[in-house]
């Protein structure tokens, strides 16, 4: 497989690429993470990743991998904290109760574009504030949406049950993306 350019600066999309030992590069464009009203959260997943591609893609014509990943809870979608006290109210809401985590792939070389959304179901234990400061102030969740990182603390001790791809929760359904890689 040809190196692939991942358009993502996520340490923990690279550490799953490095793990399934597929030849990469990142190369990043700040782009601005919005979506039109009226898309499902699967579409949203996938618009934002397909901007990432696009700003990308100006600056390389080799394979490009771009994704985003979202919560949602019920019908909300929950981005990335704003701050300490955004990643507590966000913790709580998400305490004992059942989300989603949906990650959007587009792999793209500008002629051929390959999309899909991988959607895992988890569900956390009722944690105290106590327990979600704890996390919020010893890892300092502002970079992931959610305002958590399954692989830390608080998936260790705070996830009840995870239904689908536990790397989807990282940030990218690494098994799909290298098939997906194969079929491109």
Known sequence: MATIILASQSPRRKQLLEWAEVDFEILVVPTEETYPEGLTPNEVAIHIARQKAAAVRSQSDKTILAADTIVVLGEEIIGKPKDREDA??????????????????????????????????????????????????????????????????????????????FYNVMGLPVSRVVQALEDF
Do not use: C, M, R
């Not at 051929?112 to 944690?127: G, N, P, R, W, Y």
């Open 88 to 165: 507590l109210a966000i913790l709580q809401k998400l305490s004992g109760q059942h989300h989603k985590v949906i990650t959007g792939v587009v792999i793209t070389n500008g002629e051929k574009e390959i999309d899909f959304a991988d959607v895992t179901d988890v569900e956390f234990h009722a944690l105290s504030f106590e327990q979600l400061a704890f996390y919020v102030d010893k890892y300092k969740p502002y970079d992931k949406a959610g305002a958590y990182a399954i692989q830390e603390w608080i998936g260790v001790v705070g996830i009840k049950t995870i239904s689908g791809d």
